[in-house]
Structures are given as structure tokens and as C-alpha cells.
């Protein structure tokens, strides 16, 4: 399959950034069902049974794909579809159990289960969060203002982000992540808890950073934000790839078939929570 | 994970989140070492801001920890024996072994315990490990605030040879950060290590003559006894310490060079197990 995908972005003029290759990825589940307290656990140990408690979860079931300089990707999905182990893994966050992630450049990603550090303020996280990222202490004092402003969160930004709403969190995570133009952006619902003028904000951002950067992906529930900001998207379920084409292509076919009221009523467009 | 020596199918591509040779990875290291100290200093801060006396607790708990040590085995199991001014010698021993436990018990909650961090940003993961130690090491010196009134409170005199402590903790230090790296690779892939290093650590503490003089408790014991005991790295670092700060606590040119071979030997060690493991700590 990566021969084709080679082939093709070879003879194509827009520079190929991404290629995830016949990708697997398993998670160790540890915790899940324990039955029976202590003597049972200690009686599993004894007995050398299979613990269970320990499962792994296959997340991602052999994806391939190939992305190009200059395209927004949205990925849309029911809830665990892989969609974010599938980012984290374009990421390098985590290592596939199978297949290989190529990418050209540092990819990075934004989300709202990467909480970064609760019990500091925001200052210090926007501090730790680019420094994380590798900027240096002078670039941060350049950038500094223009973060906060973006995040647009006032004062809250002297409190720990323990106290922050899950919406103020999100924003202040984007503005770090979105404070220096990566080569390949993936956001994973950022966007979704922010306020429709944040929303708007951080669109303006994302087209902004695909001029500049190469390549952006988008996890989102919200399929008008697809529809608006991608140029094409990918339906995951169960691990695989559906559909993968132009966004208005495949929303509507994903549509079709979750989503069948909001088709019919546009005020519940914006949001699918299936 | 396969094969990461292949060739990229798209000349420019490279692979995602490719564990980076071992001498670009000491320089990305490098690179984060502003990280290291705002995560350190931050986190010192925050640890203890739920309490209503706040980082007093810095300097209350060792405290307390020495009245403890001094009530238990000073009085009642008078194991003052031998050792001519216990409360500084028990003084010296709390304070600097508790830094090997901090770095041990912090170091393997390294990456476990940020795995927001981990999962969020691509960033050579020892930073993690190095920060922890750092803010162990920091206790470390806020704690002399209170070690060095009680010793000389105590009746050891001033003198040049406490200049000695510096090279003593520095060692230690080095120690300490190849503990940690590897206590956070093993936290990282084995959750249970959390209930298990508490035992480790007090088992440690025991044998490590932090409230008794391991010179005398050998002393009716054969001879291989006494070579295991002081081979102890927390018990060289415990001896360094004492004999800079305590009369009467010769250290030979063996244990100094002892603390060298620990101190270079596992940084060296727990550095390369860690970086071996860079690949794996987002799966955690």
C-alpha cells in the first residue's frame, strides 16, 4: 500500500509530510475489571491465571494514509474510533504496536486530555509549555503577551488552571501549542469547549498556521468546523479508515449514516455527541 | 517499533517520535535545561501549597523527622553507643540520606506522574527525571538551613574541612540522577513499584547506619559484613558528609574515590537504560 501512496506524491507537485503506514496501535489497559479483593488476586498469582485486570486495547486497526503541504485534514468518528491515538501517534507520542509513522518535520499536538500541570498557574504553564516545546527563555518573553492575549483568559491567568473552566484550559492549551508555527499541526477538539468568539479566533489561527506551517489535522465532533476549516477528511470507526476525501464528500456520507437528524434540524449541525 | 534503521519511503520524511542517537539526544537534553529548572522550581512551590504552613514544611519535616529518630533510637534503644555527638551525627545522616530517598521515590513517579506532559509534547523524556532530582536536591540544600545551626549548636567547631560537604553533595547528586533514571523507566513500565520502593527505601535506611555507627555495629561481625556495609553508596555519601561537617570522622582517599565510581557509574548506567526506553514512556 505505501508503494502507491510513494508513487503518487513522487509525481504530485505538493510535498508529502505525512505517511502513516499499515499502523497498528494497542494500549495496556491496566485496572479494568478486578473481581473478588485481595485472596482473589493473590489466589490468580498463586495459580498463575491470566490476570485480568491487565487487557490491552486495539485502538488502531491498520491505517494508512499520505498527507501533502498546504492540506487541512479533519477527523471525524464516534467516540473511540482511534481518532485521537491516532494523532498521538503522527505525533510520535506513542509508538505503534505495528506498521511506522513517517513525517517530515516535528509534528505537535494540542488537546483537551493533555492537561498540563493543574496545580500551577497558567503563567507558569504557558512558561513550562513552551520551554517543554523548546523555546528559549528570550522567545518566550517575546511571545509571552501575545499568547495570553490570544488565549483571552484575563486575570485567570495568575490562577492555578485546576480552577480554570474545561473551555479556558482548552484555550490557554491552543494559544501555547498555536504560539509557534509547528510543521505539522494536529488538534484534537480543541476547539469544541471554546466560546464561538474564541472559536472564530482560533479558525483565523489555523488558517494562518497551514499557510505557514504544512500540514493540519483536526479531531472534532463539531462537523460544520470540518466542513469550514478542512479540505478533506478521514471517517474513522472501529480502528480503520471509511471514507477518506473531500470533507463536504465525507461529512456528508457520515452524516448519512450517524447523524441523519441534524441533516434536518441545521441548529444541532454544529455539535454531533454521538 | 520496526526495524528503525530502514530507509524513509519519501526521501525528507522522518520517523515519528524515532528514539534520537544518544549524542543529539544529550544535546536536545541540553537545550530543555531552562525546562528543567522552571519545572523544578515550580513544583517545589506547588508541592506544598495545600497545607496552611506552606514550604515552612521544607525545613518542619526533617525537623521533626530528627526529633523522632533522636526519641526512638538515641534514648530508648540507645544506639548513641560509640559515637561521641549523636545528635549531629544523626543530624547529618537523616538530612542527606533523605535525599536519596526523595530521588528515589520521586524519580519513579517521573514520568508516571506526567504523563499529561508525555502525552501532550514531543521533548527528550529525561528532562523529567532530571527535574525531579533537582527538586530533591533543592530540599536537599533548603534543609542545610536547618542541619548546619543544629551542628554547630551541637559543639562541632567550624572549620575548613566542611568545604569538603560540596564535592560530597555534588557526588551524591550524580548518584542520585542515575537512580532516578532508572526508577523511572521501572516506574514507567511496572505501576506496582510505587508500593514496593517504600519498602526498599526503608530497608536502605536500616542498613545504612543513618542512626548507628557501622563501624561499631560490625565489630563482632566477620569481615565480609563490614566490606558490603561500606560499600553502601548512601553510606559513602553518609560518611562524606560526616566527616566534612563532625570532628573526629576521618574519611579515607577509598571513600572518596568509592563515591566517584558509584556516582559516575550509575549516571553512566541509568542515563543509557533510560534513553534505551525513550520510545515507550507515551504507551505507559
Redesign the interface.
Known sequence: M??IL?DA??SASP??TV?V?DVHLT??V?GGSRRGGAPAALRRMLLREENPGQRSVHAVRGVTLSAFRGEAIGLIGPNGSGKSTLL????????????????????????V?????G??SGE?NI???C????M??AEIAEEYQAIVDFAGIGDFVHLPMNTYSSGMGARL?FAIAAARAPDILLIDEALATGDAQFRRRSEKRILELREQAGTVFLVSHGLGIIRESCTRAIWLEGGQIILDGDSNTVVDAYEDKHDRGARTAPAAKAKDRS | MTLPEAPPPVPGLQRAGARLPVDVYTQRLWERRWFVAAYSSASNSVGYEGNFLGQAWQLLTPLLNILVYYLVFGLLLHSNRGVPNYIAFLSVGVFVFAFCTSALTSGSRAITGNLGLVRALQFPRAVLPASTTLVAFLRLLYSLLVLIPIVLISGEPLTWHWLLLLPALALQALFCLGLAFVVARLGARIPDMNEILPFFSRLWMYTSGVMYSVTVFTQGHPGWVSTVMTLNPAYVYLQLARNALLIGNPAPVSTWLTALAWAVGTLVMGYLYFWRGEEEYGNV
Open positions: 505505501s508503494e510513494t506524491s513522487a510535498e508529502q505517511l503506514d494500549y495496556r491496566i498521538r501517534a503522527i505525533a510520535g507520542l506513542m509508538a505503534p504496536s505495528q506498521g511506522v509513522v513517517w513525517t517530515r518535520g516535528q509534528a505537535s499536538l494540542l488537546g486530555s493533555a492537561a498540563m500541570m496545580a500551577m507558569q512558561v513550562l509549555g520551554l517543554a516545546i523548546g528559549s527563555p492549551r
